[in-house]
């Protein structure tokens, strides 16, 4: 296959290979299961860089004693509205599902719930956990950090990575779709950069500054030694906010912020807050508010007349619309990396 070609597969396809994949690798067949269809479903929703672009990594993880199959969620604290768990390394998306059914009828008792999760795999995409969240009627923040190892993000200034890239996931329900935002602190996510370098093409002007500190469109210059680092999302704000996110999430949950101890391994940590609106204002005013502000901003005048004003996790859905009908592409790289791991 040529650099520049892609191979289009049917979610269900991909789904199943995937599965069989994680399976042949040992892992049980309700966690491969789960694991694959998470990693589809961004996919579907267009964000390569969380989808089966990492079947591989994970893989390998497991192969490594990175990531351990088949382990559970086991909870270090627990009081009527905050869970501390450990996730002993197990995959970042069970335990997710696992955090979530626990925190959820705390959330209804108590209005409020809290859950964090340190040594945990890597979790995907924030967006689906926090969707899950809402289409419960509940809303919920996320952040998750990587433990203090995986650095890329350099203070505006600054040469050396001393953040990674922290993302933030907010989702509320409305009287339609739930509204959901997902994203990193960073210009743009590091799996994007890895999406690129296995694809073989460049990266946009503004992702990426070299060693040096000076812009290059090389995503393969991300994971040299020294490595290029990721520009922070809006400067100073995004930096301010990815390192206040990195604090409450390494320090809530028994993880580390970086630099982590000797001898730490990458992983994700989670914070991930789950309210009721029933148990404020109630459900009703808060879902009247919620659709009123998304009608009123979908209301505005637009520059381009034949555009629509968009409103945040409205193009992912449009694209997985699209994607279940007619399939998901993926580049040449991610599809040998496939068939390699079969």
């Keep these: 296959m040529l650099p520049t070609e892609t191979v289009t597969i049917t979610a269900e396809a991909l789904r199943s290979f995937a599965t069989d994949l994680f399976v042949a ?175 073989g093409r460049e990266c946009p002007a503004g992702w990426l500054l070299d060693a040096n500190g000076q812009p290059t469109n090389d995503p393969t210059a991300r994971f040299l030694d020294p490595p290029a680092t990721i520009l922070p999302m809006g400067g100073y704000k995004g930096f301010g906010l990815g390192l206040l996110l990195d604090i409450l999430t390494g320090g809530l949950s028994g993880g580390f912020c970086p630099p982590a101890p000797e001898g730490e391994v990458e992983c994700n940590n989670v914070l991930l807050i789950v309210l009721d609106p029933a148990r404020f204002s109630g459900l009703e005013h808060f879902v009247i508010q919620s659709q009123g502000l998304c009608e009123f901003v979908r209301s505005t005048k637009p520059v381009d007349p034949n555009a629509e004003i968009r409103l945040p996790h409205d193009r992912s859905r449009q694209t997985s619309t699209e994607r279940r009908a007619s399939g998901v592409p993926l580049d040449h790289g991610t599809w040998n990396q496939l068939t390699e791991c079969a």
């Excluded at 990175?66 to 869970?83: D, K, Y």
């Excluded at 190892?149 to 600054?158: D, E, R, S, T």
């Design 25 to 199: 690798a040992k892992v049980p067949v309700s966690e491969a299961t789960l694991v694959a269809s998470s990693l589809v479903d961004a996919n579907l929703c267009g964000h390569e860089s969380h989808g089966v672009v990492r079947v591989a990594e994970y893989i390998g993880y497991l192969e490594r004693g990175e990531v351990r199959a088949g382990v559970e969620l086991q909870v270090v604290t627990r009081t009527a509205s905050l869970l501390v768990c450990d996730g002993q390394f197990g995959f970042g998306q069970v335990q997710m599902r696992r955090l979530i059914e626990l925190l959820e009828p705390m959330a209804r008792e108590q209005g409020l719930a809290c859950g964090t999760i340190r040594r945990c795999g890597h979790v995907g995409r924030l967006g689906e956990w926090v969707e899950q969240v809402v289409r419960s009627n509940l809303a919920g923040l996320m952040s998750v950090n990587d433990n203090g190892v995986l650095m890329c993000v350099a203070p505006p200034g600054g040469v050396e990575p001393r953040l990674s890239t922290n993302p933030i996931a907010l989702g509320v329900p409305t009287a339609a779709e739930p509204l959901v935002l997902d994203i990193s602190t960073s210009v743009v996510a590091n799996g994007k950069v890895r999406v690129a370098a296995v694809a």
